[in-house]
């Protein structure tokens, strides 16, 4: 039988590496990953912004599924460079929507629960999306663009996310732990306490994609739109403490800030209702702490 070939993008991203891990692991599927700013062997190099190379690149790929992840995903970068968000976000997602309309590919696009505005969780598949920035805004964007093209597909949206990582930095959520220890030996530190997240291993979202695809090959008619996120619901001081557990950091260093966070407006608690994916047995959760000492010790100074 040929091999399906599947199609990941942003697949050098904290998301698209574990999707592409993931989807490797499956024999009967040829998977092609692409990345922009940081190349790889394995990977194949494309600016997605450039529209003209886009339609080159998909006519040669000949993907019949594509996993659409690359995204600017910064609030406050998106914030300040709204226009450049706008032309990747979506700009791009409709040019591949209609280069995947037109050529009968399953489309799959990541989208994130910052759609919703955090007033009235939980927020279910057909709950009415009221973005508050402009990241969420150009995602929203981006998901009208697909239902308006596609017939066969699906969304996918996740929470703040947290991962294997080429660095603490890369996810909001590590980003945490390296800030405990920046501040190894000053006296305190203080973590926003506003927010309700449900930090979401990549790891488990790259799970569930494998999971849906794998469904679709058995259910023709399985699509539409998705909520998967980690159950567990945290301020980031919360996660902080749990961080200094790890990191042996003095709890009592670190101060709650109850107040929003400066910089880009975000919703206070956007938690995602995944019933739509559970109900036919899709789901794979790995729990904060658990996750935490591989996160940690950063078993993937792994550049695929
Ligand atoms: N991270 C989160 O907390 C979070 C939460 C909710 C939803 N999401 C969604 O999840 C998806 C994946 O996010 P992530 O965290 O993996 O993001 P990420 O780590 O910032 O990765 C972004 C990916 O997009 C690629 N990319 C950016 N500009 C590109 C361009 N012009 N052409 C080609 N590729 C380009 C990057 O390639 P290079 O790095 O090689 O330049 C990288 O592979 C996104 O759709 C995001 O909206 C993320």
Same mark, same amino acid.
Not at 115 to 122: C, L, S
């Given at each position: 039988?040929?091999?399906?070939?599947?199609?990941?993008?942003?697949?050098?991203?904290?998301?698209?590496?574990?999707?592409?891990?993931? %989807?490797?692991?499956?024999?009967?599927?040829?998977?092609?990953?692409?990345?922009?700013?940081? !190349?790889?062997?394995?990977?194949?190099?494309?600016?997605?912004?450039?529209?003209? /190379?886009?339609?080159?690149?998909?006519?040669?790929?000949?993907?019949?599924?594509?996993? /659409?992840?690359?995204?600017?995903?910064?609030?406050?970068?998106?914030?300040?460079?709204?226009?450049?968000?706008?032309?990747?976000?979506?700009?791009?997602?409709?040019?591949?929507?209609?280069?995947?309309?037109?050529?009968?590919?399953?489309?799959?696009?990541?989208?994130?629960?910052?759609?919703?505005?955090?007033?009235?969780? !939980?927020?279910?598949?057909?709950?009415?999306?009221?973005?508050?920035?402009?990241?969420?805004?150009?995602?929203?964007?981006?998901?009208?663009?697909?239902?308006?093209?596609?017939?066969?597909?699906?969304?996918?949206?996740?929470?703040?996310?947290?991962?294997?990582?080429?660095?603490?930095?890369?996810?909001?959520?590590?980003?945490?732990?390296?800030?405990?220890?920046?501040?190894?030996?000053?006296?305190?530190?203080?973590?926003?306490?506003?927010?309700?997240? /449900?930090?979401?291993?990549?790891?488990?979202?790259?799970?569930?994609?494998?999971?849906?695809?794998?469904?679709?090959? +058995?259910?023709?008619?399985?699509?539409?739109?998705?909520?998967?996120?980690?159950?567990?619901?945290?301020?980031?001081?919360?996660?902080?403490?749990? %961080?200094?557990? /790890?990191?042996?950091?003095?709890?009592?260093?670190?101060?709650?800030?109850?107040?929003?966070?400066?910089?880009?407006?975000? !919703?206070?608690?956007?938690?995602?209702?995944?019933?739509?994916?559970?109900?036919?047995?899709?789901?794979?959760?790995?729990?904060?702490?658990?996750?935490?000492?591989?996160?940690?010790?950063?078993? +993937?100074?792994?550049?695929?």
């Amino acid at each position: 039988m040929k091999a399906k070939n599947i199609l990941i993008t942003g697949a050098s991203g904290l998301l698209g590496r574990r999707i592409l891990k993931s %989807f490797n692991e499956v024999k009967a599927w040829k998977v092609t990953g692409t990345a922009h700013t940081r !190349p790889a062997p394995e990977l194949t190099q494309v600016d997605l912004a450039d529209l003209e /190379h886009l339609t080159d690149f998909l006519d040669k790929a000949r993907p019949e599924i594509i996993i /659409h992840s690359a995204a600017e995903r910064r609030p406050d970068v998106s914030q300040r460079d709204p226009e450049g968000t706008q032309r990747l976000n979506v700009g791009t997602t409709a040019e591949i929507a209609a280069w995947a309309a037109e050529h009968d590919a399953f489309l799959v696009y990541i989208s994130t629960d910052y759609v919703f505005d955090g007033t009235t969780p !939980p927020y279910h598949v057909d709950s009415l999306p009221n973005p508050l920035n402009s990241y969420g805004e150009s995602k929203r964007a981006g998901e009208v663009a697909v239902l308006s093209a596609c017939e066969e597909y699906a969304i996918l949206r996740v929470p703040i996310l947290y991962g294997l990582a080429e660095s603490l930095g890369e996810s909001a959520v590590t980003a945490i732990a390296q800030s405990l220890l920046d501040a190894a030996g000053s006296t305190a530190v203080t973590v926003e306490n506003w927010a309700v997240r /449900h930090p979401t291993l990549t790891d488990d979202v790259a799970d569930v994609l494998r999971q849906m695809v794998l469904y679709r090959e +058995e259910h023709p008619t399985f699509k539409g739109i998705f909520h998967w996120s980690g159950k567990e619901a945290m301020t980031k001081y919360e996660m902080a403490l749990i %961080f200094a557990e /790890h990191l042996n950091f003095e709890k009592s260093r670190i101060l709650p800030d109850n107040r929003p966070p400066a910089g880009a407006p975000r !919703p206070k608690n956007s938690q995602l209702d995944t019933s739509s994916l559970t109900s036919i047995g899709i789901a794979k959760h790995t729990l904060f702490r658990e996750a935490l000492p591989r996160i940690l010790q950063g078993e +993937e100074a792994e550049k695929i």
